[in-house]
């Protein structure tokens, strides 16, 4: 997991984010899940494979963000795999996630009845569980915050080659749906913390008009982030000088953080870059204008071009430049 993914991910841990990421996406804004109904979830899996040469190995995996939701003694288990790259295979390393965390519970429950010997013969000694015990549901969903829309498969059999099978048969096929959400989807607007800011601004980082347009519309939330919020909105937009001089925004009074003020900085900054790239790209433009009039001998149109600028845009059109 590259530098990105674990900050978004440490970010998204915070019981109060973690709520807020699930009431945006899950319920449109609307508050249904609070942080005091979450508890940390186990993250890592131990399991058996076995290689190349026949033996077993124990292997591991583990989950970027997972919440145990308790509510009137009913239970979810809800976990956020983080991606900034498309991953063809996704569908599938999901599926295992799910499957070990619903292993891992069947498992501890075999185990508590074999230690208290509890279990009937038959069915239940036979299956290592009662007919009447339930398993906490899982759900999982991938936050795709890479550029551009997700590419890959968002389903198991997405990922089978079905051809040659009749419908009925298809249906009975293995599946696995996987819920993955892109930043692009979401409505920024739904969201209650600085999940709020850094959605808005992850949309708009390859438009730096409606990016800046976006932050003096919400300069007074910009003008008072938290520590956290600006570090994270810092490491997945790459500005490592807001980083650097994070203490120079510092609100004394309220111990949080100016982001417009660093944003107007940035700003002034790519006005700057702007220019200079703007005038490189007219002294190609007038190269490339140059070079063909010469080559066609219209020396007395060079002189023009490089004098005055309506004859330039004309002589643009005219090439095609």
Same mark, same amino acid.
């Given at each position: 997991m590259g530098r990105k993914s674990r900050q978004l991910g440490w970010y998204l841990s915070k019981p109060e984010v973690f709520a807020d990421f699930c009431n945006g996406y899950i319920y449109k804004g609307k508050e249904v899940i609070f942080p005091h109904e979450l508890a940390e979830g186990q993250r890592d899996?131990?399991?058996k494979r076995r290689g190349k040469d026949g033996r077993l190995y124990t292997g591991e995996a583990e989950r970027d963000v997972i919440k145990l939701l308790c509510r009137k003694r009913h239970f979810v288990k809800i976990a956020l795999e983080n991606q900034d790259k498309i991953h063809y295979g996704?569908?599938?390393r999901c599926g295992e996630y799910d499957m070990m965390e619903?292993?891992?519970? +069947?498992r501890h429950l075999r185990e508590q009845y074999r230690r208290e010997g509890i279990l009937k013969r038959g069915e239940e000694f036979l299956s290592g569980m009662r007919k009447t015990d339930r398993l906490i549901p899982v759900v999982t969903i991938v936050f795709y915050h890479g550029t551009g829309k997700w590419? +890959? +498969?968002r389903q198991l059999q997405e990922m089978l080659d079905m051809g040659g099978m009749d419908e009925e048969l298809e249906k009975l096929a293995v599946n696995y749906r996987m819920n993955v959400v892109c930043v692009e989807e979401l409505e920024e607007t739904h969201f209650q913390t600085g999940l709020r800011e850094l959605v808005g601004l992850l949309k708009r980082r390859k438009d730096k008009q409606a990016f800046w347009k976006?932050?003096?519309k919400n300069e007074e939330r910009f003008a008072h982030l938290d520590a956290d919020t600006y570090d994270v909105i810092c490491t997945m937009l790459q500005i490592p000088f807001l980083f650097r001089e994070k203490e120079a925004?510092?609100?004394?009074?309220?111990e949080d953080f100016n982001m417009c003020k660093a944003l107007q900085e940035l700003a002034q900054d790519w006005k700057k870059e702007g220019k200079k790239e703007g005038k490189k790209e007219g002294e190609e433009k007038l190269g490339k204008l140059i070079e063909a009039l010469l080559q066609d001998g219209r020396q007395d149109d060079v002189l023009r071009a490089s004098r005055y600028a309506?004859?330039?845009r004309k002589l643009y059109a005219e090439y095609g430049i």
């Open positions: 899996y131990v399991g996704m569908p599938l619903i292993g891992k519970q +069947a590419r +890959a +498969a976006y932050c003096q925004y510092k609100n004394k009074e309220r309506s004859a330039r």
